[in-house]
Nanobody, 124 residues
Framework: QVQLVESGGGLVQAGGSLRLSCAVS????????MAWFRQAPGKERQFVAA????????VYADSVKGRSTISRDNDKNTLYLQMDSLKLEDTAVYSC?????????????????WGQGTQVTVSS
């Protein structure tokens, strides 16, 4: 059974920064692409960023492009999301997700491993 546990969320002022982490444990496939999604109250889950298993390919949503960096350390079984220049609209529960294979995807329904999420709240 694969377990994903997010951390690093919290309350931050607009313009500030946060680094989210996702610890992966349990048995996984040899190669897993991973991603971050977010969901605000009353809104649909939204893609944020994805990274291939090798780390050679990254994809970002337009809303966070240029402000966020997704990375991974496979030796430490950890996924990261560095978020800078945070905006009020970034407020949401952020969840990490994984799927077998190297290629990235922006579709949440293609991911089979999910964490519980960590709350990010951006204040003015």
């Amino acid at each position: 059974q694969v377990q994903l546990v997010e951390s690093g969320g919290g309350l931050v002022q607009a313009g500030g920064s946060l680094r989210l982490s996702c610890a992966v444990s349990g048995r996984t496939s040899s190669a897993n692409a991973m991603a971050w999604f977010r969901q605000a109250p009353g809104k649909e889950r939204q893609f944020v960023a994805a990274i291939s298993w090798s780390g050679g390919k990254t994809v970002y949503a337009d809303s966070v492009k240029g402000r966020s960096t997704i990375s991974r350390d496979n030796d430490k079984n950890t996924l990261y999301l560095q978020m800078d220049s945070l905006k009020l609209e970034d407020t949401a529960v952020y969840s990490c997700a994984g799927r077998p294979g190297n290629d990235v995807s922006t579709a949440h329904f293609l991911y089979t491993y999910w964490g519980q999420g960590t709350q990010v709240t951006v204040s003015s």
